[in-house]
Each structure stands twice: as structure tokens, then as C-alpha cells.
């Protein structure tokens, strides 16, 4: 059976880009002819949303996949986007439901492994599945980071977001030991402003304490994001030569190039 490699889009602080990583990453990797699954695991359901998916119009969610016994995984999925050089973009959506079965979740007994559980039912289907995780710090964290062969992180370069970084951290420690594994993540640096000397700061700090965990490439910001939640269309499929877009095309080539030299996932900040 062929295994996807699966990541999760996690920080407990908002507005950093968590869901236009999870975006605009997946479709970036699509235009490299890859299958992407997209999985909303946030009751607020913004990827669900800014892929123009009505959540209170579904029939199915993710909820149903992570709880239902009997429930055929295939009918949570909606298929999105299809392109020619076979890439494609599906989505698990997410709605309100998700957020009541968050108490069944966390008194069943390996609740938090369900999810990881269920994906098996999608491993030959596609290349990469990435989870959108909630910000808050749950079994529904807990369900993504399990899932997940790497965390990616999205950092706004300035020193307000040192705290969130070091808060998800001791967050994914407690999980690993909870789950008894470990746990590779990767910073992603988001909303670069080079005009600024704070931006340029900040960047230096996150890249010297988090030295092989983090990216290469940086998210420079853009104000084409905004055009594309408007649109309810990922950056890359509106306008590909925007400077965001080629910007997540650079960290798809980043990931696509780890695996081509044997490279899944970077480890801590003091590797």
C-alpha cells in the first residue's frame, strides 16, 4: 500500500496563516501534478469556507468520518480541483458537528487516534494529505498532530509570535509523551515584510534558535491572499505569478526535494 505523507498546519495563535498554508500549499504542490487531500479539523471550518463549501449545507463531514463506525470514508470527500498534469485538490470539510463530538472524543478511550485511524481508508488515493488543525489546544490537536508525519508551523516574523511558537511546542511535547512518539515539525515563516527591521529580526532569531526546523523559504506578505479568500479560491489557482504564490511553490519545492534526496521532515530547533 502506498502511504501518503500527511502534515498538519498547527499554532494556538490565530492569524499567523495557518489555513492559506494548508491552502495554498496544497494547491502548490497539485501544479507539480501531485493528489492533495485537504482536511478541515476546525470547528470554525475557514478551509471549508475559503474553498466555497457552505458548512451548514453539508451532508457529511469530517466529524462523520472520525466517528462513524459504519460510515463509507469516501463520502466525506469533495472533489475540487482537477488539473490536467493529473494534480488534484479534495477536501474533507468541516462544520459545527465537529466541535460536538470533541467531548465523545476525549473520553474514548483512544480517542485521539481515530482520525489517524481513518486516513488509512485514503493512503492509495493520494500523494499528500494536509490537516488543517484547531487552534485550540484539544483532542482535535491531539487527532492532527498524531495523523501527521510533520508539523508545519506558520510564524508571522515578529517577536509577539515567539510565545505562540514556544506555547505549540510544549503543546506537541505533551503529546508525544501522551502518545509515546515523536514528533517532527518544521517553522514556516509567514508574512515577511523586508521593509521592515523588525521583520528582519525576527527572521534571524527564528532561523538561529530553530536551525535545521525550519524552512528554507519564507511567505512574504501579500495582499493577493486577501483577493483569493474573497474569491474562495486558492492564491495559486488565481494567480499563479503573485509573489504568494511563488512563494508556497518554493516551499512545495522545498518538500518535493526533501524526498527526492531522502529527506522526510526536519526535527528540533537543537539538531
Known amino acids: 500500500m502506498k502511504t501518503p505523507y500527511i502534515f498538519a498546519t498547527a499554532n494556538q495563535k490565530g492569524g499567523v496563516g495557518k489555513t492559506t498554508t494548508a491552502i495554498t500549499l496544497g494547491s502548490s504542490l497539485s501544479i507539480f501534478g501531485y493528489r492533495v487531500l485537504l482536511i478541515d479539523l476546525d470547528p470554525q471550518a475557514s478551509l471549508t469556507n475559503h ?4 458548512p451548514e449545507k453539508l451532508e457529511y463531514s469530517v466529524a462523520n468520518l472520525i466517528i462513524s463506525g459504519s460510515f463509507n470514508p469516501s463520502e466525506a470527500v469533495i472533489n475540487k480541483y482537477r488539473l490536467k498534469n493529473g494534480g488534484c485538490i479534495d477536501l474533507i470539510p468541516s462544520n459545527i458537528n465537529l466541535a460536538r ?16 485511524e481513518k486516513l488509512k481508508f485514503f493512503y492509495d488515493n493520494y500523494d499528500y494529505i494536509i490537516i488543517d488543525s484547531s487552534p485550540a489546544l484539544s483532542v482535535l490537536l491531539i487527532s492532527a498532530v498524531a495523523a501527521s508525519d510533520e508539523v508545519i508551523i506558520p510564524v508571522m516574523s515578529d517577536f509577539l509570535s515567539i510565545r505562540g511558537v ?7 511535547d505533551k503529546i508525544e509523551k501522551a502518545l509515546d512518539s515523536r514528533c517532527t515539525y518544521r517553522l514556516l515563516i509567514t508574512m515577511f515584510d523586508r521593509r521592515t527591521s523588525s521583520s528582519i529580526r525576527s527572521l534571524d532569531y527564528f532561523k538561529n534558535k530553530y536551525k ?3 524552512f528554507n523559504s519564507i511567505i512574504n506578505i501579500d495582499t493577493r491572499f486577501r483577493d483569493a479568500s474573497m474569491l474562495r479560491k486558492p492564491l495559486t489557482y488565481i494567480d499563479v505569478h503573485s509573489r504568494g504564490a511563488l512563494d508556497y511553490i518554493n516551499v512545495a519545492r522545498e518538500i518535493i526535494g526533501d524526498f527526492n534526496n531522502g529527506v522526510n521532515g526536519r ?5
Open 212 to 214: 535545521n526546523a525550519h
Open 166 to 172: 514556544d506555547l505549540l511546542l510544549s503543546t506537541i
Open 51 to 54: 474553498l466555497a463549501v457552505e
Open 267 to 271: 526535527r528540533t530547533k537543537d539538531e
Open 101 to 116: 463530538i470533541e467531548a465523545e472524543l476525549s473520553v474514548s478511550t483512544g480517542g485521539g487516534l481515530k482520525l489517524k
